[in-house]
């Protein structure tokens, strides 16, 4: 492929030795986005036969500037659902990366039976208009919030009766326990377009709990009479910056204050370990959420955009 510039762009698969520019290119300009190289490297070497995962990676003037990761969504009853999330270098923008970048990824997929394609973009005009001239609807916005962990949390509520607060890596010889909380809260998360109804354990340990930036000492469960009730995930990249990855009450056990109390102590030890900056991110109605992340000290830093977009048979795309 080439651009209209008469520096030559290529797109590609991804390569070990392109993991630190592929993350650089999806932190620019977004602080609030936790990805480190490490993670990368094991995205693209971990077996997904049924995810079809796969990195496209833009090379312009002799350098990586952006790529696109995509596969076919897990997890859910509808078939045919793939994602495909991407990002370029600020000052090589407007050169054609992404536009072949997502082409390259609708092409990967629709070859996997793909028929609804879903993909993030900064919710801003430029983002917007590039997604929407090339047949993507507007779905759902994400919120996204940060906190500088230099500053004092809010004191912790008074714990109910029968409850523990233990660290996820209690469970490291047999997480399934933990995996049945997420599996039962996702059923009814807010926003989500495509129902989560279909999680399988074997692909949550796989693309989840094993992954090399997730921290299971600062993970925090919370028990109820012996039994996980609540979580706070927290991933990291190692060195000052902290991501709630993911927080969920099972719905029996709701109303009782447990995600505010898991994640004011993921963050408390994410603090002691001296990780300075925490971010989180929540669908704009999930109104429980956005109130706990609130009483925390988060403060909305930046949004995103959900694209969806009908694909068509392989020879309808140029395959």
Request: with cysteine; net charge negative.
């Amino acid at each position: 492929m080439t651009s209209s510039n008469s520096s030559p762009l290529t797109i590609r698969d991804f390569r070990p030795e392109d993991a630190e520019a592929v993350a650089a290119a999806h932190r620019a300009g977004r602080e609030h986005l936790v990805l480190s190289a490490e993670t990368l490297l094991w995205l693209n070497g971990r077996p997904s036969p049924e995810e079809h995962f796969r990195t496209f990676v833009a090379e312009l003037d002799g350098r990586v500037v952006g790529a696109v990761r995509c596969g076919v969504v897990l997890g859910t009853s509808v078939a045919g659902v793939g994602y495909a999330n991407g990002s370029v270098l600020p000052g090589f923008r407007r050169r054609g990366a992404a536009t072949a970048l997502l082409a390259a990824a609708e092409r990967h997929l629709v070859g996997h039976g793909v028929t609804e394609l879903h993909t993030w973009m900064d919710d801003e005009p430029a983002s917007v208009a590039f997604a929407t001239a090339r047949g993507y609807r507007l779905g759902r916005t994400m919120q996204f919030a940060g906190r500088d962990l230099a500053l004092p949390l809010p004191p912790a509520p008074v714990r109910p009766p029968g409850v523990e607060l233990r660290p996820a890596a209690d469970w490291a010889a047999d997480p399934h326990p933990v995996f049945l909380v997420e599996a039962d809260a996702i059923l009814d998360e807010p926003g989500s377009e495509v129902p989560m109804d279909a999680l399988e354990y074997e692909d949550w340990l796989r693309d989840d709990w094993n992954r090399p930036d997730r921290d299971l000492a600062l993970s925090v469960v919370a028990v109820v009479d012996g039994r996980p009730a609540a979580f706070s995930m927290a991933q990291t990249d190692g060195v000052d910056r902290y991501w709630s990855a993911f927080t969920a009450c099972h719905r029996e056990f709701r109303g009782r204050g447990l995600t505010k109390l898991a994640k004011l102590e993921s963050l408390r030890l994410a603090a002691a370990a001296g990780y300075r900056h925490a971010y989180t991110s929540n669908d704009t109605t999930n109104g429980p959420m956005l109130a706990i992340n609130a009483w925390l000290g988060y403060e909305r830093c930046a949004a995103e955009r959900k694209g969806i977009k009908r694909l068509g048979r392989p020879s309808e795309q140029g395959a």
